[in-house]
């Protein structure tokens, strides 16, 4: 076990950052370390955007609780430790054909970031998100060890997905993987203009098994390419090795020409380029799920200050107001709005899970002045749609926003946590929304 004190923390934003206490254990037999701890909070990879995993006492790392305990290859049941990666269990068990059913935009996360984010993919509108397809928890109370799953303490299992860590401390999992043969996907792109012609699109071409909508909010003609997907027939190679493809750039650096000129621009040119592919094509796995994976540090491009993002979902006879408001908004104080993506969900789990049967639109804005304002309406359109936001990608989310979006969930997740005595978890983002003193 290694303890850092004041250990400087971000999140993937790099929107501010937190001096805190990091316990790196060696193995879970350390757990017992945490017996009688108040206000502890685990970190993985830390992949959320703020301060979902800082704590004002101690933070625990999983970097090194990393193991595949077992898998069976006749059923596909992985179970694992919670501080293994997704690009790990890929690495390993995609050559003879493995990998799981659902996975979200980055494979450098932890699976117990997977489960405390309930964390929804490309394919939600067929087979929903993580939570269909874990058996099993085991999770650490701060003193014994609780194993939660369908049948057994099923509230405090489903309050797990979605409940950023405060239902006690992931150890490990069992998922079931997905038997798919092939390392490819059959692609295809598809241009839209406008709002509209967005939203009806991906009506349209919600057959296919992936789709996700990509939408330019910078230049007024609301242009975007909508990725579809299905699994390839392509059977995996003998002897297939699993490799990644990744680089790291002086990106801060060009931070300094990332403006609403440049982001017009780019804009453009990303959307002739893939509007122009022919129309079907072989896409890798790591391409069409992971495509921002191969440059590590994408996220250093907004600069010192940063950048959070919005993710909200409402519901489908709101999302095209929605996706209008959210453009108006930004527009009206100049943000500078990057990634900007677009997908139906339907509805899952109670407590804090987040996809309800509504269109989710996610977008990634550069810190400046006026960055709270432009927050702070965009919450309020929110809770007039009857929608919430993304606890996972969240960094301005206030008690009282937070209360009217989640509403009768959110006080049903907090008698979970009573009912298992698990109030000594709690993190930065818990106290900021209410969830914790």
């Given at each position: 076990m290694k303890i850092i004190e004041n250990f400087a923390l971000s999140g993937w934003g790099n929107f501010k950052t937190k001096n805190c206490k990091v316990i790196i254990f060696d193995s879970f037999k350390e757990l017992r370390y945490l017996n009688g701890k108040k206000n502890i909070i685990a970190r993985g990879e830390g992949k959320s955007y703020y301060d979902q995993s800082f704590s004002k006492q101690e933070v625990i790392s999983t970097v090194k609780l990393n193991k595949i305990l077992s898998f069976d290859e006749e059923?596909?049941?992985?179970?694992?430790?919670?501080?293994?990666?997704?690009?790990?269990?890929?690495?390993?068990?995609?050559?003879?054909?493995?990998?799981?059913?659902?996975?979200?935009?980055?494979?450098?996360?932890?699976?117990?970031?997977?489960?405390a984010a309930n964390i929804h993919g490309k394919n939600h509108h067929k087979v929903g998100g993580m939570v269909n397809f874990v058996e099993e928890i085991t999770l650490y109370d701060g003193q014994k060890l609780l194993k939660c799953s369908r049948k057994n303490k099923s509230d405090l299992f489903f309050a797990t997905f979605g409940g950023m860590g405060l239902t006690g401390l992931i150890v490990s999992c069992k998922i079931r993987l997905n038997n798919i043969k092939t390392t490819k996907i059959t692609s295809k792109n598809i241009p839209t203009n406008g709002i509209h012609d967005m939203l009806k699109k991906l009506r349209e071409n919600s057959e296919n098994e992936f789709i996700v909508g990509w939408m330019d909010l910078v230049n007024r003609d609301l242009r975007g390419i909508?990725?579809?997907?299905?699994?390839?027939?392509?059977?995996?190679?003998?002897?297939?090795?699993?490799?990644?493809?990744?680089?790291?750039?002086?990106i801060k650096f060009l931070s300094i020409f990332f403006t609403r000129t440049s982001v017009r621009l780019f804009n453009k040119l990303f959307f002739?380029?893939?509007?122009f592919r022919k129309k079907t094509f072989q896409s890798s796995l790591d391409n069409f799920f992971f495509p921002l994976d191969s440059l590590t540090n994408w996220n250093q491009i907004y600069g010192d200050r940063g950048f959070s993002q919005f993710q909200c979902v409402v519901p489908y006879e709101k999302s095209e107001e929605m996706v209008k408001k959210t453009y108006e908004i930004i527009s009206k104080y100049e943000g500078l709005p990057g990634l900007v993506l677009i997908k139906y969900l339907k509805s899952e789990s109670k407590y804090l899970s987040f996809p309800i049967d509504g269109l989710t639109i996610s977008v990634d804005i550069k810190e400046y002045n006026q960055s709270d304002q432009i927050f702070k309406e965009l919450h309020s359109l929110v809770i007039e749609f009857d929608g919430r936001v993304y606890l996972t990608k969240d960094?301005?989310?206030?008690?009282?926003e937070f209360f009217s979006m989640y509403k009768d969930n959110a006080e049903a997740f907090a008698k979970v946590r009573n009912k298992y005595s698990l109030n000594n978890f709690a993190s930065y983002m818990s106290t900021r929304i209410g969830l914790s003193k």
């Open positions: 059923t596909g049941l992985l179970e694992c430790e919670s501080g293994i990666t997704l690009e790990k269990i890929i690495k390993t068990l995609l050559p003879s054909g493995w990998f799981p059913y659902v996975v979200p935009g980055t494979k450098k996360l932890t699976i117990g970031g997977m489960v909508i990725f579809c997907g299905d699994l390839s027939n392509e059977k995996i190679e003998p002897n297939y090795k699993v490799r990644f493809f990744s680089i790291k750039l002086p002739l380029f893939k509007a960094s301005k989310l206030k008690k009282e």
